[in-house]
């Protein structure tokens, strides 16, 4: 596979849980059908024991396989209630998305042809799917061990699975060493009449602020919560990273806070686009290869909270260029979620 600079993620970790029905969190990385089978193998399972299958977000690395594992298995499948539209396509409905023609994961999909053919035929299958459990916020599931926080800001159909109240599956949402790319506001626009009635109102499913929003709720309903499993880096150079959430999730909160001190200090009275930003904010081994478009939308989903903020100012909107306004409200925004 192509290098993505130093952005890799390293594998993705797939689930199981043990009780009354086995359950498999995520599928994995898409066209590895064989590794999965391999590994619940290796753990004493067969695929056919699979009775349920949680999905953490609709992205080819963590729901990859899974139209094979739900024939194999005839487990059923339990996700946000906004993942049926992330995978189904929605031609008909162009509203300025760079592909209208993608899935509705994929509409706003910044990777140049040539990454993204690879997906075409894995999103082909997987968008036939549609989730036997639609998590909703709040849905109570009496019979399960499990409850969930539905953290749209990754992708919009992000949530977080909590098993009774001492482990939480993080997914992308929440990872060890790493924060996920946050998705834009921006793509609200493309993506509004996509999603389920009512859902992301406001803005609310896509962008750093709906992210923030999602850190805040797991900050505040993890805390008696022990170890954080997240979608990667469980393991890195052959040690675990064993973490509390509700501190993780505190910890990637100021984590934005400085990067957006960071942009408004690089700005500075300049003049400036997404990529003389991120030459200044990213080391030079984080840009290579597709590396470079991922910094630009990682410098972008900052902007955008820093303009609602009232903090930069657009000079050119259609070439994202833009400037400081003297202002500093970003503060007291994260203030609200951090004590800073
Ligand atoms: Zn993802």
Request: glycine letters at 10%; proline letters at 5%; charged letters at 25%.
């Amino acid at each position: 596979m192509a290098s993505g600079g130093d952005w890799d993620l390293g594998p993705t970790w797939c689930y199981v849980v043990t009780g009354e029905k086995l359950t498999l969190i995520d599928t994995g990385q898409f066209g590895k059908f064989n590794v999965l089978t391999s590994m619940l193998g290796q753990a004493g399972f067969d695929i056919k024991d699979i009775g349920r299958v949680i999905i953490t977000h609709g992205h080819e690395d963590h729901d990859g396989n899974l139209p094979e594992v739900l024939e194999a298995s005839g487990a059923e499948l339990w996700a946000h209630y906004a993942f049926d539209s992330m995978v189904a396509y929605h031609e008909d409905i162009d509203d300025g998305a760079a592909h209208p023609d993608f899935p509705g994961s994929c509409r706003t999909c910044l990777m140049p042809e040539q990454f993204n053919k690879i997906c075409r035929p894995y999103h082909r299958k997987r968008s036939k799917l549609k989730a036997t459990q639609r998590i909703m916020e709040g849905t109570a599931l009496p019979d399960s061990r499990f409850r969930f926080l539905l953290t749209p800001g990754h992708s919009p159909d992000s949530m977080c699975g909590i098993f009774e109240d001492e482990v939480v599956f993080g997914g992308d949402t929440l990872l060890a060493t790493i924060t996920p790319h946050p998705s834009l506001m921006l793509e609200y626009y493309c993506n509004k009449r996509i999603l389920p009635e009512g859902y992301g109102k406001d803005n609310g499913a896509y962008g750093l602020i709906a992210y923030i929003g999602s850190l805040d709720k797991l900050q505040k309903q993890c805390r008696s919560t022990e170890l954080l499993l997240p979608g990667h880096r469980l393991f890195e150079k052959g040690k675990p990273n064993y973490l509390r959430p509700a501190e993780r999730a505190a910890e990637i909160l100021r984590f934005h806070a400085v990067r957006c001190g960071n942009i408004l200090k690089i700005l500075d009275g300049r003049v400036l686009d997404l990529d003389q930003i991120a030459i200044e904010l990213f080391d030079p081994r984080l840009r290579r290869g597709f590396g470079k478009y991922l910094s630009q939308r990682e410098v972008m989903s900052h902007l955008e909270l820093l303009a609602v903020q009232g903090d930069v100012e657009w000079a050119d909107g259609s070439k994202f260029t833009s400037r400081t306004t003297g202002s500093e409200k970003y503060k007291g925004f994260f203030g609200k979620f951090t004590g800073i």
